[in-house]
C-alpha cells in the first residue's frame, strides 16, 4: 500500500497564501505599457451605447466589463507554449485542473460543462483531439448565465473556433514528438479569405498523432470470509497510440450592414489503440485473480454543422437564431488474451444524432437595461449495442448484440436583464425554466423517467470601488442543475472482465455494472464573492470565495445482490441518487508583468510575465461517514505557477522562454460507507522556448511533464478488497515549426 502523501504545513500553506494574496490587495498601482494581446470583442448580448474605437479590447478588458464573472484567453494566451492539443492548454489556465481525462473548474470535473461554439460539445469528445491553432479564444465562467446552459455546477468552458479573418491568412504548422519507441506528427493548416468584401470563408485543418507509454503496477488483495486471503502483483505496459484529423471549415456571409449567417462544420475523425501486456505475474498470497492481457482498437467520428443569423436593428436591438445537427459514431474491439491465446472477444459500436434550436432577442431598454429573452431545444439519441464470447461462447446470451437506446429531451426558456445602475454598479437577474425528458430501452422495453421541471434563478452585482473599475467586487447567486447521462441510464449489465464466469461470485472491486433509468437530475444552489483588482499595464489579481449545495447527488454504489444474469450473488455498481453535499473553496489568482505585480522585487521593464493561482477546496457529502468524504476528484488544493520571459540580444529576433508547474497533494476519498480512494500527490513541469527564424517562421521546442511523479492510487471496500497501482508515465518531447503568410 502507498504511503500517505505529506501534506503541507499550516506555515507553508501561509507562506503560498502570503504570495498570492499580495499580488491581490498589497502592490501598489504601477503605469505600465500594455502587454495585453488585444481581442474582439466577444458576441455577448449585452448592447450598449457606446462609441467606436478602432482598438480592439483586451482579454483583461473584456473580463472587467462583464457583469458575471468570467475568465477570457485569446489566441496569444492559448498558443503561447506551442501545446499540440487544447487539453494542455486549459491544465494551465488558473483554476482548472485535470479529472480523469477531462478538465475540472474548482475540482469539480462531472460538474464542469464544455462548450464548443457556446453548444454542448458532442459526447466523449476529447479535447486533446482539438489543436490549439484552431481555436480562437477560450471563455472560462464559474457562475451560470441564463442565456447559456444552467447545467454547470462547477462552471463551464466554452471554445470558441476560429471564424473567418478580415483579410488574407496563410498558416502552416508541423511538429513532430517522443514519448515512447517511435515519434508522433502533426500537421497544421490555415487558409482563410475574403470574397468581394461581404463573404469570407476560414479553412483549418489538423492533422493529429499520439505514441504514448506508461509502465504500472497493480497490487490487489481480496478477502471472502470463506475463503484465505488471496494477493496478487501484476506489472504490465501499457501503450495508447491512435491518429486523427479535425477540420472546420467556416463560411461568413455579411448580408448588410445589420445583420450577417455564419455557417460552421466541425468534423473529427481517427482510430486509437491501447494494449495492456503483462511482463511479470507474482502470487503473494491465496490464489489471486490477475488481469488478462488486451488488445483493444476502435475508430470514432463526429460532425456537427451549425448556422447562426443575427440581426442588429438601430444598435438597440438583436436577434439571434441558430441551430446545429450534430452526428457520431464509434466502433470498438477489445481482445482479452490469457497464456498466450484469445479468451474474451468484445465488438461494440455506438451512434449519437442530436439537433439543437435556439433563439434570442436582446433589447436596450431606458440606455441602461439590457433585456434577453429566447429559447432552447435540443434532443440527444444514444443507440448502441455489443457483443462478447468467452472462448466464443456468448457470455450475456440475453442483451448480446441486441440495441439499447436513451434519449434526453430537453426544453427551456429564458429571459434575463442586464441593467447599468450607475457607473460603478452593475446588476444582472435571469430566470431559466427547463423540462428534462428521459426515456431508456433495453430488450425492447421503455423506461421512463419521471420528468424534470428545473426552474433556475440567477443573480449578479458587480460594483466598482473608482470609476475607473481597477478596484471591483463581485457576487453571483445562482441556482443549476446536472442531468443524467445516457449511459447512466442504460439497464443493460455489463460483466466484470476479471470474473466472467457466471457461476461464481466477483469481488466488490471488481464489480458488474448496470445503469439506473429512474435517476433524476442533480440540483445545486449556488454563492461567488470575489475582489478583482486591475492594474495598468494589463496584470490582473483576483481573490473568489464560493459555496454550492447539490441536492439528488448521483453516485456509484456497489452492493452484493442476487441478479438475473448470473446464478451466483454478484458485487453490482450502479448509480443512485445518493444523498446532498456541500462544498466550499477559496481561489486565488493573478497574472501581468512581474514589475506590475511585484514591483519591490522587479524592476517595471523586465521583460517578464507572472501567472500564479492557488486553490483550497473543502466538500462533505451527506449520508458518508468522515472523515474525507469529499465529491470524488476534489482535490483539497492545487497551485500553478508560469513565467514567460523575452530573451533579446542573442539573435536578431527575441527569444521567447517560459515554462509552468502544477502541483496537487495526495488525498482521500470516503465515496461511501465501504468504498474509498486514495490518490498520491502529483506534479507537472512544462518547459518551452520558441526561436524566430525570420518575420515569418518560428521554431519552438516543448517539454511536457518533465520529471514526472508516479501515479499512485488506492481503491478499497471496508476490509474485503483494495488495489494498489502505479503508473510511470514518460516525458513528452516535441519541436513545432510553424509558418505564417
Given amino acids: 500500500m502507498p504511503k500517505s502523501s505529506r501534506h503541507p504545513s499550516l506555515s507553508e500553506l501561509r507562506t503560498i497564501v502570503f504570495a498570492v494574496v499580495s499580488a491581490v490587495a498589497c502592490i501598489p498601482v504601477a503605469a505600465q505599457t500594455n502587454n495585453e494581446t488585444p481581442t474582439e470583442t466577444p458576441n455577448a448580448q449585452r448592447l450598449e451605447r457606446v462609441e467606436l474605437s478602432a482598438r480592439p479590447q483586451t482579454t483583461v478588458e473584456l473580463r472587467r466589463q462583464s457583469t458575471a464573472a468570467k475568465q477570457i484567453f485569446d489566441e496569444a494566451d492559448i498558443q503561447k507554449f506551442g501545446d499540440v ?28 460543462k464544455i462548450l464548443l461554439n457556446g453548444e454542448p460539445a458532442p459526447p ?13 479564444r477560450i471563455e472560462v465562467a464559474r457562475a451560470a448565465t441564463a442565456d447559456q446552459t444552467a447545467e454547470a455546477i462547477g462552471g463551464t468552458i466554452n471554445i470558441i473556433l476560429k471564424e473567418p479573418p478580415r483579410s488574407r491568412t496563410l498558416e502552416a504548422q508541423a511538429r513532430v514528438s517522443y514519448q515512447h519507441d517511435n515519434p508522433a506528427a502533426g500537421l497544421n493548416l490555415t487558409w482563410g479569405e475574403r470574397i468581394q468584401g ?6 483549418p485543418f489538423s492533422y493529429f498523432e499520439w505514441n504514448n507509454f506508461n509502465a504500472v503496477q497493480t497490487t490487489t488483495t481480496v478477502r471472502n470470509p470463506s475463503t484465505p486471503v488471496a494477493i496478487g502483483t501484476r506489472v504490465s505496459e501499457q501503450h495508447p497510440h491512435g491518429r486523427g484529423y479535425n477540420f472546420s471549415p467556416t ?32 502470487v503473494i498470497a491465496g490464489q489471486p485473480v490477475f488481469s488478462d492481457d488486451f488488445v483493444n482498437f476502435g475508430n470514432w467520428f463526429n460532425a456537427r454543422l451549425g448556422t447562426t443569423y443575427s440581426n442588429n436593428f438601430d444598435g438597440d436591438q ?8 450534430q452526428y457520431n459514431a464509434n466502433d470498438y474491439t477489445a481482445r482479452a488474451f490469457r497464456n498466450g ?55 450475456l446470451p440475453i442483451f448480446e448484440g441486441q440495441d439499447v437506446e436513451a434519449r434526453v429531451a430537453r426544453y427551456a426558456l429564458f429571459v434575463q436583464d442586464e441593467w447599468d445602475v450607475s457607473k460603478r454598479l452593475s446588476a444582472y437577474a435571469g430566470l431559466r425554466a427547463e423540462r428534462i425528458e428521459t426515456t431508456s430501452k433495453t430488450l425492447g422495453e421503455s423506461s421512463n423517467a419521471k420528468p424534470a421541471n428545473v426552474v433556475t434563478p440567477m443573480f449578479h452585482l458587480k460594483y466598482k470601488l473608482d470609476e475607473k473599475g481597477e478596484h471591483l467586487f463581485r457576487s453571483s447567486l445562482t441556482s443549476t442543475f446536472k442531468a443524467p447521462e445516457p449511459m447512466q441510464l442504460l439497464a443493460r449489465p455489463q460483466v466484470s472482465a476479471l470474473y466472467t464466469d457466471l457461476t461464481k461470485p466477483n469481488d466488490a472491486l471488481s464489480s458488474d455494472r448496470i445503469g439506473n433509468p429512474l435517476l433524476k437530475p442533480e440540483l445545486a444552489t449556488g454563492f461567488d464573492l470575489a475582489y478583482e483588482r486591475y492594474f495598468p499595464g494589463g496584470g490582473v489579481a483576483s481573490a473568489t470565495v464560493f459555496y454550492r449545495h447539490v441536492q439528488d447527488l448521483i453516485r456509484n454504489r456497489t452492493t452484493l445482490e442476487t441478479v438475473s444474469w448470473a446464478t451466483a450473488p454478484r458485487y453490482v455498481s450502479r448509480p443512485v441518487n445518493f444523498d446532498s453535499a456541500d462544498t466550499f473553496g477559496l481561489e486565488l489568482e493573478a497574472r501581468g508583468r512581474a514589475g506590475t505585480l511585484l514591483p519591490f522585487a522587479f524592476d517595471p521593464k523586465t521583460p517578464l510575465d507572472v501567472r500564479a493561482s492557488v486553490n483550497f477546496y473543502e466538500s462533505r457529502v451527506k449520508g458518508v461517514p468522515g472523515p474525507d468524504n469529499r465529491l470524488d476528484r476534489q482535490q483539497p488544493w492545487s497551485g500553478t505557477l508560469g513565467l514567460d520571459y523575452v530573451l533579446s540580444g542573442v539573435i536578431p529576433a527575441p527569444i521567447r522562454l517560459g515554462g509552468s508547474v502544477s502541483f496537487t497533494p495526495g488525498y482521500r476519498t ?29 521554431v519552438r521546442f516543448i517539454a511536457n511533464n518533465v520529471a514526472p511523479f508516479a501515479s499512485e492510487n488506492t481503491t478499497a471496500y471496508a476490509n474485503q478488497s483494495a488495489t494498489y497501482t502505479v503508473s510511470k508515465p514518460r516525458t513528452w518531447y516535441g519541436i513545432v515549426l510553424s509558418v505564417k503568410g
Avoid: C, M
Fill in 198 to 203: 461581404s463573404t469570407a470563408f476560414n479553412l
Fill in 318 to 325: 438583436r436577434l439571434e437564431l441558430k441551430a446545429n445537427v
Fill in 251 to 282: 463560411l461568413n456571409w455579411k448580408i448588410n450592414e445589420a445583420s450577417s449567417l455564419n455557417t460552421q462544420a466541425f468534423i473529427n475523425q481517427g482510430r486509437w489503440h491501447w494494449s495492456d501486456t503483462g511482463i511479470e505475474r507474482r
Fill in 124 to 136: 466523449n469528445f476529447d479535447l486533446n483531439n482539438l489543436n490549439p491553432s484552431q481555436v480562437l
Fill in 85 to 112: 492539443s487544447v487539453g494542455d492548454v486549459l491544465k494551465r489556465l488558473p483554476g482548472v485542473s485535470l479529472s480523469g481525462s477531462g478538465p475540472a473548474l474548482r475540482g469539480l470535473g462531472s460538474y464542469t
Fill in 341 to 395: 491465446a484469445e479468451r474474451r472477444l468484445t465488438l461494440g459500436e455506438s451512434k449519437n444524432p442530436s439537433f439543437t434550436q435556439s433563439g434570442q432577442y436582446s433589447r436596450l431598454v431606458a440606455d441602461s437595461h439590457t433585456v434577453t429573452a429566447g429559447w432552447n431545444f435540443e434532443w440527444r439519441d444514444w443507440i448502441g449495442r455489443s457483443r462478447t464470447t468467452e472462448l466464443g461462447v456468448p457470455l
Fill in 670 to 698: 470516503q465515496q461511501t460507507t465501504e468504498q474509498s480512494i486514495e490518490f498520491a500527490r502529483s506534479r507537472t513541469i512544462d518547459l518551452y522556448a520558441n526561436v524566430p527564424i525570420s518575420p515569418k517562421i518560428s
